[in-house]
């Protein structure tokens, strides 16, 4: 179950190699992710940390499944396309309900709140919001028994306390860290925030990022999509994937982190709805509410959170519920959802058709805009 073993296991073993000083250099670990590539990246001690909790197989029940087993550096920190849309728990054959996104660049991501001049949520972790920030989020997956299953809390630091890493971890935290469970169980969250905080987890060093830079060209074709994402008239991608670097000067991050309901179907697929009562009591019949369902608030029915558009190429299936195979079916979705025969919205209520639906783009339009779509991977080699 756990399809990308060898690079985990990779990650742990190079750590155990670089051993536990203040600062450690991981060279290879985390070279793959950082820019530029073959710069050795200095980290913290704290961040170390964070590289070692996110990717020990050991913090799950049973062992064998890390974070980085589900958000794999080499592929996005997302999961590497298996066939099935969601991913696989630590116990074989537990699927959760939801496509893995990829955690690059989710440190943008503001602590969710209620934009009044937008009228719109925005921001936080998940799909739907639910974890304010990253260390909230942190502490969600080791517990998940879709996930990485385990008891308590205190059996997540039992086994960080046991780890390779636990000098460091003292080093950093406090000789009694381990003494007290709930304070532990935060420190851990907040070594791996740290590390989602880097550098390598938003690498800014894709083909359009050098377009943007001055120093590098996009093709003809990838240089019509752009024009056609950006064109109210056209695509209208960037009103909510802006594709422009912020006033702070940031580059774009190609989502705002507002919340929409794009129509998207049910995902017959989704290993979900087969999954056992105690997990899935609706069964067959599991509709998914997003955002209304982390809020209980009914007008939020069906959004989720804009997705980032970055690294799509090793990012697929698409969609919180992966019902889209390719970019391709995605755009020609946008295109044409209101006016060719697409299955119905799993949630019709809520579902954008001012801005997209019928976009009216010729098929070589739509070509250009997944030409586009490619040149948003970041530089990342494989280990
Ligand atoms: C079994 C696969 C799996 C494992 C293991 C896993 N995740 Fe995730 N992760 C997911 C899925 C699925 C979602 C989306 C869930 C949702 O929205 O309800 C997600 C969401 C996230 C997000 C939010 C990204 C965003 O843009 O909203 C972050 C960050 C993240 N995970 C980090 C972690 C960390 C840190 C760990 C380890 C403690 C971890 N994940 C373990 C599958 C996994
Ligand atoms: C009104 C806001 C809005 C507009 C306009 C918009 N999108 Fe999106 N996009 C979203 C939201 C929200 C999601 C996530 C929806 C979900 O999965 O339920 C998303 C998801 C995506 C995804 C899937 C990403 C992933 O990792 O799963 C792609 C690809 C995408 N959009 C491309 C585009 C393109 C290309 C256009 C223009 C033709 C566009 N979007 C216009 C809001 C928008």
């Given at each position: ?32 992710a ?18 070692a909790?996110?990717s ?5 029940s ?18 590497p ?10 116990v ?15 440190r943008y ?54 780890s ?37 987890f938003?690498p ?10 001055g120093?590098?060209?996009l ?9 056609l ?10 009103a ?12 774009p991050l ?9 129509g ?18 609706a ?8 955002l209304?369902?982390?809020l ?5 029915d ?10 799509l190429?090793k ?13 391709h079916?995605?755009?020609?979705f ?21 801005e997209l ?14 030409a ?12």
């Open positions: 179950m756990i399809r990308k073993s060898a690079w985990v296991g990779g990650v742990v073993l190079a750590w155990t190699a670089i051993g536990c000083g203040s600062e450690v250099e991981p060279g290879e670990i985390l070279a793959p950082a820019p530029p590539l073959t710069a050795k990246v200095r980290v913290t001690a704290k961040q170390s940390i964070g590289l909790l996110f020990d197989t050991n913090l799950s049973p062992a064998g499944q890390a974070c980085a087993s589900c958000h794999t550096l080499s592929h996005g920190a997302a999961d396309d298996s066939g099935i849309p969601t991913s696989e728990g630590a074989a054959g537990r699927f959760g309900n939801r496509n893995t996104p990829t955690a690059f660049y989710a991501s503001p602590p969710f709140h209620y934009d009044a001049d937008g009228e719109t949520y925005v921001g936080g972790q998940f799909w739907d919001g639910r974890a304010s920030s990253l260390e909230d989020q942190a502490k969600g997956p080791f517990l998940n028994p879709i996930e990485m299953n385990n008891a308590s809390k205190a059996a997540v630091v039992a086994k960080v306390k046991s390779s890493y636990a000098p460091t971890f003292k080093q950093v935290y406090g000789g009694n860290v381990f003494a007290d469970v709930n304070a532990a169980y935060d420190d851990i969250a907040d070594a791996i925030a740290t590390f989602e905080r880097m550098p390598s938003a800014f060093n894709s083909r359009y990022d050098a377009y943007l830079a120093t590098g060209t093709t003809a074709q990838e240089m019509s999509g752009l024009a994402f950006e064109d109210p008239a056209k695509g209208n991608c960037s909510c994937h802006p594709s422009r670097a912020s006033t702070d000067g940031t580059p190609f989502t705002d982190f507002t919340y929409d309901n794009l998207i179907p049910k995902n017959p697929n989704n290993p979900f709805y087969t999954m056992p009562a105690q997990f899935n009591p069964g067959a019949g599991f509709v998914d509410h997003g209304a369902g982390a209980g608030d009914p007008a939020q069906g959004r989720f959170k804009v997705s980032t558009l970055r690294n190429g990012t697929g299936p698409y969609g919180h519920n992966g019902y889209f195979q390719d970019l079916t995605v755009v020609d946008y295109n044409t959802r209101d006016v060719s025969a697409w299955p119905a919205a799993e949630i019709p209520a809520t579902v954008n058709h001012d639906g019928n976009l009216g783009l010729t098929a070589q339009e739509v070509d250009d805009i997944v586009f779509l490619g040149t948003l991977d970041d530089r990342t080699s494989d280990p």
